[in-house]
């Protein structure tokens, strides 16, 4: 069972801030394997939601090297999981770039539908969109200075999280085995 909750766009863009130009230890640096863009955007989007997917191949989470899901790292993998996920974790929709918010993602392709590069969005208006970039790092960098010949953008719609079953809470408590668990601290935060 899940409720959801709103995507923290602020805290995507200030982790953003913080990483565009290092690189956070907690998470292995993929520049010398062929491209650190998606795992940057997933940590970004992880600050955003606060809730990662666990289920192994399809979900997106990342544990270490060794343990982390394909859409973690992968720019159609992550496109796939965003835009179909129903279970835990950050979802979204595409959308024209018109309705690209700051926290959004869009990736970059070739002309064959080879989608290779994935960005942040940091900022819209009528000056264009900004992002910020692993690989080539990049922070408040122009979408217009990308050369690309195709664009999806991906509009983080919420964040999936898992509720306890309140059937097993309540037999748990009844028989003296266990307290109902205490609100997680995301649910209560304000924004």
Known sequence: MFATKEYNRMRALAYARRWAFGRNPLFNDYSPYGGDCTNFASQCLLAGSLVMNEIPTFGWYYKSDADRAPAWTGVEPLYDFLTGNTGAGPYGREVAEAEAQPGDIVQLGRAEDDFYHTLVVME?????????????DAFLRPLSSYEYALSRFIHIEGVRFPIPDGTATFYAYLEGRALPPAVPVFMTEQG
Not at 125 to 134: D, F, K, L, N, P
């Open 124 to 136: 819209t208006g009528e000056s264009g969109i900004t992002v910020a970039a692993h690989t080539n």
